[in-house]
């Protein structure tokens, strides 16, 4: 389907709502039916016609046909946030005694879902290398129910195969689910290449302002109704209306948002691996990347996260470079409008914050909307500042 069409016109049925362009905020929690026949006919049919808002809202319909569209999925659930999207997921292919095959380093609270969360439930999960697909395959036992992939991650972009982890479930009758935020739906479309369920933090790229947290699942009819009918209706992870419309107002532009950060984000990498100061760049298109290959099979562009480990010799000195930087933001999160850095050192307090599971001098950049000239000329000006040395790159 057109990308232009899914992203202006999908799923708006505008004669239903006096021609108006953009659609209205159905903000409301309830609706009323003019006779029991009516009331009964959407009862029966609670995913698709308008009950009570937890279920189904006229608002957050319009969404789920836009992100199915997007995911080249047949349905999809949109969630008050990643997190309550990617537990829905998760959760609905487990009970107790199963298990799970996941990736080493998936999202921090993803990781505490299975290890403090689901792990009360008696659901383990064994952690793997994901960058090779027979890690999966060896990590299979007769109770495991799900293989779970984030590609690449979001911090030092390691990648899985998605299509062999696919076929090595499938094979053995595993659920696959993706984390498939880094890409975006535009870079990455994993139900295509035979995953079972693909969710995104729509806080980042779909919604694209930093203004609303939001989640999005899509994957086939029979999942989605299975979904529907137990965890998004049991737990209750809802989006509100309004941000249901933020958040549709953020996918109109996200073909230009994203095509625009897949460009000025190799001329900051480009700038950045050239210089003294950089020991490493983390970034699947660079091309001395130890995945690049598979993020140029896998992945249609870049998006604007990547990461480098910077040649300080102390904390301090990560402090001082990011906190002298004026167009980069100092936050977490990602995918906004607006650029930003995430140090790694931020995350431990304690002495020994060397002996980290990442590099200690790792700094996470976000390339967002500004001229990627500004961007350069900032880093270049926080660099010389700190570590009082002339930069003579470009
Ligand atoms: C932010 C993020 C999440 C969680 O999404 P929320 O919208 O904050 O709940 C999940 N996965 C990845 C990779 C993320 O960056």
Request: charged share 20%; proline share 4%; glycine share 6%.
């Amino acid at each position: 389907m057109d990308l232009s069409y899914i992203l202006n016109h999908l799923g708006e049925n505008r004669e239903s709502y006096m021609q108006a362009v953009s659609p209205p905020i159905f903000q409301t929690s309830n609706f009323t039916f003019k006779d029991v026949e009516t009331m009964r006919a959407s009862i029966a049919d609670e995913l698709n016609t308008p009950f009570y808002t937890r279920g189904c809202n006229p608002t957050v319909a319009i969404l789920r046909k836009k992100i199915a569209a997007l995911e080249s999925a047949e349905d999809s659930l949109i969630f008050g946030s990643g997190v309550a999207a990617g537990s829905a997921a998760i959760i609905s292919q487990l009970k107790a005694g199963d298990h799970i095959v996941s990736v080493s380093k998936p999202y921090s609270w993803t990781k505490k879902l299975f290890s403090l969360f689901l792990d009360r439930f008696n659901i383990e999960t064994t952690y793997i290398d994901g960058t090779n697909s027979a890690n999966y395959k060896n990590a299979i036992k007769p109770n495991t129910k799900l293989f779970f992939m984030e590609s690449p991650n979001s911090m030092t972009f390691e990648m899985q195969d998605i299509e062999e982890v696919c076929k090595i479930a499938k094979a053995n009758g595993i659920c696959t689910i993706i984390d498939n935020s880094y890409a975006s739906p535009l870079n990455q479309k994993p139900i295509e290449m035979g995953c079972d369920l693909v969710f995104h933090s729509a806080t980042k790229y779909l919604a694209g302002h930093s203004d609303v947290v939001c989640g999005v699942l899509a994957g086939s009819n029979e999942k989605i109704k299975e979904i529907f009918a137990s965890e998004y209706m049991t737990l209750g992870g809802i989006i509100s209306p309004n941000d249901a419309w933020l958040l549709m107002r953020g996918l109109r532009t996200l073909e230009l948002r994203m095509n625009h950060i897949s460009k000025s984000v190799f001329e900051v990498t480009d700038f950045l691996k050239s210089h003294e100061l950089t020991e490493k760049l983390y970034f699947p298109f660079d091309p001395d990347f130890a995945q690049y290959e598979l993020a140029k099979k896998q992945l249609a562009k870049p998006t604007g996260l990547f990461s480098i480990a910077i040649k300080a010799d102390n904390r301090g000195e990560i402090d001082d470079f990011c906190n002298a930087l004026n167009y980069f933001l100092l936050a977490c999160s990602w995918g906004g409008h607006e650029s930003l850095v995430f140090p790694v050192c931020a995350l431990d307090s304690s002495a020994n914050y060397k002996n980290n599971e990442m590099p200690w001098n790792l700094i996470r950049f976000n390339i967002g909307l500004e001229d990627p000239k500004l961007l350069i000329e900032d880093i270049k000006q926080a660099y010389s500042k700190v570590f009082m040395k002339s930069v003579t790159h470009i």
